[in-house]
């Protein structure tokens, strides 16, 4: 089956110019996309390649109706290698058919690795002419993540105050069980604590208690909370 794809910005003439070009080429069925700027989200391009099936044939009337960059064309036409379509670029005279096809899916494939190959030596470069400048890489010795240190007193606040631990690791954005009850023996709070003594519990008014709420809540940009 003949499949064909047009685009265009806000040119409906130059649209019907693709769509008439596609159906002599005997497209069986058209998918097109009208945008108002160039770019790699066409919803119509996606629903386009969610249908072919190997042995189909996709036919544009250029490249630059597939996507706005080369990086994005490798990637569509490896794609569609992969699910053994066909692709032909009318006015470009670019066929993936047979021989050349695999000519050319091999090119593909070849500049790609390279684009990675030289994207990894050029921060290995960087990273090197860094170093011998003494530049120094990672986090200050003896520094804390911002984000984080301020959690386990903020654990053993909530969890004093009755908050089930469920809720404290939505408040807290803590994913693990485990990293709760950590904050709790670091801080003394738990039963099982590594501290000789538990320390005594604070009990905070409802208004202090909601105040904490509130700035844990900004902290951790959850939303529906109270």
């Known amino acids: 089956m003949k499949v064909g794809y047009a685009f265009s910005t806000e040119n409906e003439q130059k649209l019907d110019e693709q769509i008439k070009q596609l159906q002599e080429s005997g497209c069986e069925k058209i998918y097109y996309d009208l945008l108002p700027t160039i770019r790699n989200i066409r919803p119509h391009l996606q629903k386009c390649l969610d249908n072919v099936r190997g042995?189909?044939?996709?036919?544009?009337?250029?490249?630059?109706?597939?996507?706005?960059?080369?990086?994005?064309?490798?990637?569509?036409?490896?794609?569609?290698?992969?699910?053994?379509?066909?692709?032909?670029?009318?006015?470009?005279?670019f066929n993936t058919k047979g021989l050349t096809g695999q000519v050319l899916n091999h090119i593909t494939q070849a500049l790609g690795s390279l684009k990675k190959n030289v994207f990894k030596?050029?921060?290995?470069?960087?990273?090197?002419?860094?170093?011998?400048?003494?530049?120094k890489f990672g986090r200050k010795e003896g520094s804390?993540?911002?984000?984080?240190?301020?959690?386990?007193?903020?654990?053993?606040?909530?969890?004093?105050?009755?908050?089930?631990?469920?809720?404290?690791?939505?408040?807290?954005?803590i994913r693990s069980y485990s990293t709760v009850y950590r904050y709790l023996q670091q801080?003394?709070?738990?039963?099982?604590?590594?501290?000789?003594?538990?320390?005594?519990?604070?009990?905070?008014?409802?208004?202090?208690?909601?105040?904490?709420?509130?700035e844990v809540y900004d902290y951790s940009?959850?939303?529906?909370?109270?």
């Not at 003594?197 to 905070?204: G, Q, S, Y």
């Open 144 to 173: 804390v993540n911002k984000r984080n240190y301020k959690k386990p007193e903020q654990c053993r606040l909530l969890y004093e105050n009755g908050l089930p631990i469920s809720r404290i690791m939505t408040l807290l954005n």
């Open 55 to 93: 042995g189909d044939i996709l036919i544009v009337c250029s490249l630059d109706s597939l996507a706005s960059t080369t990086d994005k064309v490798l990637q569509l036409l490896d794609e569609l290698y992969g699910l053994e379509v066909t692709f032909i670029s009318l006015n470009d005279n």
């Open 121 to 135: 030596a050029r921060c290995h470069e960087g990273r090197q002419e860094a170093l011998e400048r003494g530049v």
């Open 221 to 226: 940009h959850q939303l529906n909370l109270f």
């Open 187 to 214: 801080t003394g709070a738990y039963p099982n604590a590594a501290k000789e003594e538990v320390v005594k519990p604070t009990k905070l008014s409802q208004k202090e208690l909601q105040k904490l709420k509130k």
